[in-house]
């Protein structure tokens, strides 16, 4: 009998609630149709612990090899299960991949992985299963891989990425039953990649060391034929998980095609998914909506033309405000994803956001704080690292963090972090079932969103007060004892809203099990 590759990810500690792991689901299909056998382990979906997940893994039988998925929120927990597993004698070969280990190597490495796949993943793993079958090919041939020789790492060299992704198979379906009982949209994709350059992003660092076409698609036809299978088995609610929806030759021809396609099949899905800002149009809109889309997550980010600058986004904010306007128009959920500070922020340009936020409060929006991240990988991390200013985790696993230049706006930034702090619970649970999201009726939907918007007004009159303090140079102890007034005067309201919250999850069955948000 041939041993099984066992596939795994640990549980993360995470404000959002748990969902599919698409990439081990692709791993999984391809080793499949190669003729290997795949046990798959989601500690997220079944609510397991890392001590849990590490008794699971040493109860099967038979495997030739482990390998983990490890992303920016589950390193921590993939490095403690691997620590269980070598302190209870596990032998088999373990490997780790995914964004994580991609940008920390060695750390992973050092913790007691076997080695890391660095990138792309499907081919790689194929090798590996062969290679621990049969001695080949041998480790030093296998591109994305990652290992210790002699003391020191060994780094093969890049893959080109996958051109065609229509040679690929649907992903493994194993985990679906947990995503549906947790009424979780299910997750398919269409494309992976973008051709966006914003400095705080690990996607586009990600594919771009190695070489080849950095944004690839499927085919309408192989798309829309996985969505047309799974309608099949009862879905309808999908999180179409491309990191940029419509890069070229994309145009409104394709959302035209696309929306012809589906309607033609006569398959009636709620599609939610990602775009850029500047790639948006009240035509493309319509179009992506006659598709089955209401929602999209559109990197708004700031409505300040010189922090957009700062961040490599495309889009101006006249494009920011112009594709809200087309996606408000066609009645399209957004989450407008928001950066208000980073490390150049400065009052007129938390005025300019201000402004705007009151105009476009209709958005969704998990809570008014939020700090450009700078992760491992990303220009803007190399960017700090050499000019001296960024401030490592001295853990080795990428939290790190750069102070603001401009004293001014402090009184602002840490006004709204004990204010975001304080109801972050209430701002994710109202959120997840329209983010995540889940597969509820659109009348359900429509009352998590009025939450939402109270929730945003509050935020709004707190920003507003904060800006005032900070542009009257009021000092820092007045402006702090403002916000613990403000949170001790507005416990009544959050306390009915909650209710209501909880009424809501009743109603609709829905689970709230995630932590509180670590990233704060």
């Not at 397991?48 to 893994?57: A, G, T």
């Amino acid at each position: 009998m041939v041993p099984s590759v066992l596939l795994a990810t640990p549980a993360p500690i995470s404000h959002r609630t748990a969902e599919e792991n698409l990439g081990l689901a692709y791993l999984a299909a391809v080793l499949r149709s190669h003729g290997f056998s795949v046990v798959i382990l989601d500690a997220w979906l079944s609510g397991w612990s890392e001590e849990v997940l590490s008794q699971r893994i040493l109860a099967c039988n038979e495997i030739l090899w482990i390998g983990f998925s490890a992303y920016r929120s589950n390193m921590e927990q993939a490095i403690k299960t691997i620590d269980l597993l070598r302190a209870a004698g596990l032998t088999a070969p373990v490997v780790a991949g995914g964004y994580g280990p991609t940008f920390h190597t060695e750390t992973f490495l050092r913790a007691g992985f076997d080695f890391v796949v660095r990138g792309e993943g499907e081919w790689t793993a194929l090798d590996l299963t062969r290679h621990f079958l049969t001695g080949n090919p041998p480790l030093e041939l296998i591109p994305n891989l990652s290992f210790f020789q002699a003391g020191r790492v060994v780094d093969n060299p890049h893959r080109p990425l996958i051109q065609d992704l229509d040679t690929l198979p649907d992903p493994a379906r194993d985990t679906m039953p947990m995503s549906i009982a947790r009424k979780s949209a299910i997750h398919i994709d269409s494309s992976r990649g973008c051709y966006g350059k914003c400095v705080f992003c690990s996607v586009t660092s990600f594919f771009h060391l190695a070489p080849g076409r950095q944004w690839r698609e499927r085919s309408i036809v192989r798309f829309v034929d996985e969505l047309q299978r799974l309608t099949r088995r009862g879905i309808s609610c999908f999180k179409v998980l491309d990191d940029s929806f419509l890069e070229p030759p994309r145009d409104l021809a394709w959302c035209r095609s696309l929306a012809d396609e589906i309607q033609s099949r006569g398959l009636e899905v709620q599609l939610r998914g990602s775009l850029r800002a500047d790639q948006v149009t009240g035509e493309i809109v319509g179009e992506l909506k006659r598709a089955g889309f209401f929602s999209f997550a559109c990197g708004i980010e700031n409505f300040s033309d010189t922090a957009l600058k700062r961040m490599g986004k495309r889009a101006t904010r006249q494009e920011n405000l112009q594709a809200l306007a087309s996606f408000k128009e066609h009645g399209i959920y957004v989450q407008a994803g928001h950066i208000l500070f980073d490390q150049g922020t400065t009052l007129f340009e938390l005025q300019e956001n201000l402004e705007q936020m009151r105009q476009t409060m209709w958005t969704l929006s998990k809570g008014i704080f939020s700090i450009m991240f700078a992760a491992d990988g990303t220009p803007l991390a190399h960017r700090l690292r050499r000019h001296g200013t960024l401030l490592e985790d001295p853990h080795g696993l990428g939290n790190n963090n750069y102070d603001l230049e401009n004293a001014e706006v402090l009184p602002v930034y840490e006004g709204l972090k004990l204010w975001h702090k304080a109801h972050s619970v209430t701002y994710d649970k109202t959120m997840d079932p329209l983010a995540a999201p889940k597969a509820i009726s659109p009348q359900c939907r429509r009352s998590f969103h009025a939450l939402s918007l109270d929730l945003r007004q509050q935020d709004l009159e707190v920003m507003k007060q904060l800006l005032d303090m900070a542009i009257a140079e009021r000092p820092m102890k007045e402006v702090l004892a403002y916000v613990h007034q403000t949170i001790l005067d507005k416990q009544p309201f959050y306390r009915a809203l909650e209710e209501k919250l909880e009424a809501l999850y009743r109603e609709t069955g829905l689970i709230y099990d995630a932590a509180v948000n670590p990233f704060i």
